[in-house]
C-alpha cells in the first residue's frame, strides 16, 4: 500500500523508540522499587508509573500495526481506531487511580500529562480513524502526531517520575 509504505522509516524510529524506552522504564522502575519503603507507593505506581508503559507501549503497537503489509487501509484504520478507543478509556481509569493513590498530591502537570495529553493523543487516533475513508493522507498525519505526542507524554512522565524519586523521595527515606 503507498499510503503506509512513505510511513516505514517513521514507524520503524517510533517503535524502535517506544521499545527501547519501554526496557529502561522497566530498569529505571526496577532500581526505584529497591529504594520504596513506602505502603502507598503501589498505588501512585499505577497512577503514575503504569500510564507510561501503556503510552510507550501504545507507540509500539502502532508501528508494528503501520508497517505491517497491509493490502488496504482500512483495517489498519480500523485496527489504530480501537487502540485510540481503548486509550482513551484508559485515560479515564488513570483519572480514577490519580485521586484514589494518596502518595502524591498531583499538581496541573500531572493532569496535563497523564491525563489531558494522552486523551487528546487517543481521540486524534481514533478520529483519523474515521477520516482514512475521506482524507487518507491527512489520517495518515493524525496519527504520526498522536505517535510523537504519546511518545513525548511517555518520555515526560518518566523523566518526572526518576527526578521525582532521585530529588523528592530520597530526601524523604533520608530523614527517616
Known amino acids: 500500500?503507498?499510503?503506509?509504505?512513505?510511513?516505514?522509516?517513521?514507524?520503524?524510529?517510533?517503535?524502535?523508540?517506544?521499545?527501547?524506552?519501554?526496557?529502561?522504564?522497566?530498569?529505571?522502575?526496577?532500581?526505584?522499587?529497591?529504594?520504596?519503603?513506602?505502603?502507598?507507593?503501589?498505588g501512585a505506581g499505577q497512577a503514575f508509573a503504569t500510564p507510561?508503559?501503556?503510552?510507550?507501549?501504545a507507540v509500539l503497537a502502532l508501528?508494528?500495526?503501520?508497517t505491517?503489509?497491509?493490502?488496504?487501509?482500512?483495517?489498519?484504520a480500523g485496527v489504530w481506531g480501537c487502540l485510540g478507543l481503548c486509550g482513551a478509556f484508559y485515560a479515564f481509569v488513570v483519572i480514577r487511580r490519580m485521586r484514589?493513590?494518596?502518595?502524591?498530591?498531583?499538581?496541573?502537570?500531572?493532569?496535563l500529562f497523564h491525563v489531558l495529553l494522552p486523551i487528546a493523543a487517543y481521540l486524534i487516533l481514533s478520529f483519523s480513524a474515521f477520516c482514512t475513508f475521506s482524507r487518507p493522507h491527512e489520517a495518515l498525519f493524525g496519527v504520526g502526531f498522536a505517535a510523537l505526542l504519546l511518545l513525548f507524554v511517555g518520555i515526560h512522565n518518566a523523566w518526572d517520575a526518576v527526578t521525582y524519586h532521585v530529588f523528592t523521595r530520597t530526601a524523604t527515606l533520608d530523614k527517616d
Open 63 to 66: 508501528s508494528g500495526i503501520l
Open 1 to 42: 500500500m503507498t499510503a503506509l509504505a512513505a510511513w516505514q522509516n517513521f514507524y520503524v524510529i517510533t517503535g524502535s523508540s517506544a521499545g527501547a524506552l519501554i526496557g529502561l522504564q522497566f530498569v529505571v522502575l526496577s532500581l526505584m522499587a529497591s529504594r520504596s519503603t513506602a505502603q502507598n507507593d503501589a
Open 68 to 76: 505491517a503489509p497491509w493490502e488496504q487501509i482500512a483495517p489498519a
Open 100 to 111: 484514589v493513590q494518596s502518595a502524591y498530591r498531583p499538581e496541573f502537570e500531572d493532569w
Open 52 to 57: 507510561t508503559i501503556v503510552h510507550f507501549g
